[in-house]
């Protein structure tokens, strides 16, 4: 892999890492409620699951999905369906506060863990990157472990980085976010958020296999 190479990627990922979407929204809306340390671990989950996304990308899975149309359409309506399910949640949550999914509620570890796992997985904006972008930035004639390496490592950094940004500063603003009148704007926004969101992974098509 080339420096130059690696620079493109890095540009991709820093656009596709600080422009607000699912992961971030959820990220901010448990830092208001439960504070920044409990909004890392759910960004944790939802690092995770897109890290996972990038190895099963590496590994061929782009190939399996674009061979079976049963099972990229199984994997496609299931994360438009829980995308879907956090844009009613936030659409119809209590205007006087600012809530994702029932955050407040999922107070503990391992079920803020999940919950980010489940929003990272069914991410279309990652499902769209390491799909069909991600494979062309590596080099088929040279060592794959290694380049996987560097890749996934670059992305961990900028992902953590942004999402710890993001919860710092909803933790800041916390009183000024939870005004009835802006938690009532942002829980209307994110819930448009999240059904744009769905609506661009089930309208995804699946690519034909060569």
Excluded: D
């Excluded at 999914?101 to 503990?108: C, H, L, Q």
């Excluded at 005004?179 to 926004?189: G, V």
């Amino acid at each position: 892999m080339t420096l130059a190479t690696w620079l493109l990627y890095v540009a991709a990922v820093l656009v596709l890492t600080v422009t607000p979407g699912p992961s971030v929204l959820m990220c901010v809306s448990t830092s208001v409620n439960l504070g920044a340390r409990k909004a890392l671990i759910a960004s944790l989950g939802s690092t995770t699951a897109i890290v996972s996304i990038m190895a099963l990308s590496a590994l061929g899975l782009g190939t399996a999905l674009a061979a079976s149309e049963t099972l990229f359409s199984v994997l496609k309506w299931l994360g438009a369906a829980y995308l879907a399910y956090l844009g009613i949640t936030s659409l119809f949550s209590s205007a006087s506060e600012i809530a994702v999914s029932g955050s407040v509620e999922s107070s503990t570890g391992g079920r803020l863990f999940a919950q980010g796992f489940l929003v990272g997985a069914s991410n279309p904006k990652a499902l769209l990157f390491f799909g069909a972008l991600f494979p062309q930035f590596i080099v088929p004639s040279a060592p794959q472990v290694p380049q996987f390496l560097v890749l996934g490592v670059t992305f961990i950094f900028f992902e953590l980085l942004w999402l710890t940004i993001y919860a710092l500063s909803a933790s800041k603003a916390k009183r000024w976010l939870q005004q009835p009148r802006r938690a009532k704007l942002f829980n209307r926004a994110t819930g448009v958020v999240f059904l744009v969101a769905a609506g661009l992974l089930a309208s995804s098509k699946r690519t034909s296999a060569a």
